[in-house]
Every structure is written in structure tokens, then in C-alpha cells.
């Protein structure tokens, strides 16, 4: 009997300890497959600043806009100033080539004669322009030179004012698109266009149109 009671107090026991061993199992286990999980963030909204989009523009053309994420509009932004660029070096070349030409006509220089390399006056008799025998063509010709030599200098000098302005115009749009990147167009507005009557003089109504803007909060 005793052999018996000896037997049930130690399974008791033993069945103890066995519960304690697998609660110490399990409760680590539960502990890694807690650190393990991956915690899920949100990804946050863009939202564009106007005054950084404008210093970035200012800083370098085409950044303002990469900000803005308007990829496609910096090729537009360079090749405007390409253009510009290519109108300041075609002015400017035939600037220099016509004041020189009109430089050595008007000298006493016999070996200055770079004029010759121009179309009016590619074979064309020297007497004919001269200075001495024939004044009348002499005069015009150097007048027309001068006249060329102004017009290529003028468009030069806007060509020059033009890269400014681009330079601004590029300013503008990144700090007009960062300004209008949050811009509420969800169904909370509407506009509404109907047809609507317009009194007239007389007594006599009219046809017109009635615009209306509706805000829902």
C-alpha cells in the first residue's frame, strides 16, 4: 500500500515538472515568433513645398520640376535654353562677321577686305563700289553693312534677355506646380453649368448661362 501512495506522489510530481518544462518551451518560442514579426509602416504622402521647389529651381534649371516629380518637362526646360544658346551664337557669329566686314569697307586698308567673303559682294567689279569713282554705291552699300550689323546685334542682345526670362519662366513653373501638387479635385467639388434666363430691357428674358460651384464638407 505504502508502494502504491509512493508511486501516485511521485507521478504527481513528475507530471509537475513536465507541465513547468513545457510551459518554459513554449513561452520562449512565443517570444521569438513575436520579435520576428515584421511591423508594417505606411508609406507617407508626397506632399511638395513650394519654397524648396523654387530653390532647387533656382539653384540648377530642371531640378525644381525633378522635385516636383514633372519628369517630362525637363527636356522642355533644356531645350528652350538650347534654342537660346544656339539663336545667341548664330547672332553673335554673324555680329562679328559683319562688323569686320563693315570695318575693313569703310578703312583705308587696301589688305583688310574680309568683305569680299559676303554674297553682295561675290563677283561684283570693285569700281563699282569705290570710294573715289562711284560714292553713291559706296555709300549704300556700307549703309546696308551697318544696317545687317544692327539687326544681328539686336537679336543677339534678346537672345541674351531670353535666357533670362527662361531662367524665370522655369522658376515660375516649379513654384507654381509644387504650389498646386496638393490641389483638392476630389468629388468635394463640383461645377455646375446650366442654362439659365436673363432679363433683358423691355420686359423681354433672354438665354444665358449659370456657373455654379458647389463645396461639400
Not at 502504491?4 to 507530471?15: N, S
Not at 513547468?20 to 507617407?44: E, N
Not at 516636383?68 to 554673324?94: D, R, W
Amino acid at each position: 500500500m505504502e508502494n502504491v501512495l509512493q508511486t501516485g506522489i511521485a507521478l504527481k510530481l513528475f507530471y509537475k515538472i513536465l507541465v513547468v518544462i513545457l510551459l518554459q518551451l513554449i513561452c520562449p518560442q512565443a517570444d521569438i515568433v513575436a520579435q520576428d514579426t515584421i511591423p508594417v509602416t505606411t508609406r507617407k504622402k508626397f506632399v511638395a513645398d513650394p519654397m524648396k521647389a523654387t530653390m532647387l529651381a533656382v539653384v540648377f534649371p530642371g531640378l525644381g520640376q525633378i522635385y516636383n516629380k514633372k519628369y517630362f518637362k525637363v527636356p522642355f526646360v533644356y531645350a528652350g535654353f538650347g534654342g537660346l544658346a544656339y539663336l545667341i551664337t548664330f547672332n553673335t557669329n554673324n555680329y562679328v562677321k559683319y562688323m569686320k566686314a563693315y570695318q575693313d569697307f569703310i578703312d583705308d586698308i587696301p589688305e583688310t577686305k574680309s568683305y569680299l567673303e559676303l554674297d553682295a559682294f561675290k563677283d561684283r567689279d570693285p569700281a563699282s563700289y569705290d570710294r573715289i569713282t562711284n560714292i553713291q554705291n559706296y555709300t549704300t552699300y556700307s549703309e546696308q553693312m551697318l544696317r545687317v550689323v544692327d539687326y544681328y546685334k539686336r537679336y543677339r542682345d534678346l537672345s541674351y534677355i531670353g535666357i533670362g526670362v527662361w531662367y524665370l519662366v522655369t522658376i515660375l513653373d516649379a513654384n507654381v506646380d509644387a504650389s498646386l501638387f496638393n490641389y483638392d479635385i476630389s468629388d468635394n467639388l463640383d461645377v455646375a453649368v446650366m442654362p439659365s434666363q436673363v432679363p433683358l430691357p423691355g420686359g423681354y428674358l433672354g438665354a444665358g448661362v449659370n456657373v455654379s460651384l458647389t463645396v461639400n464638407f
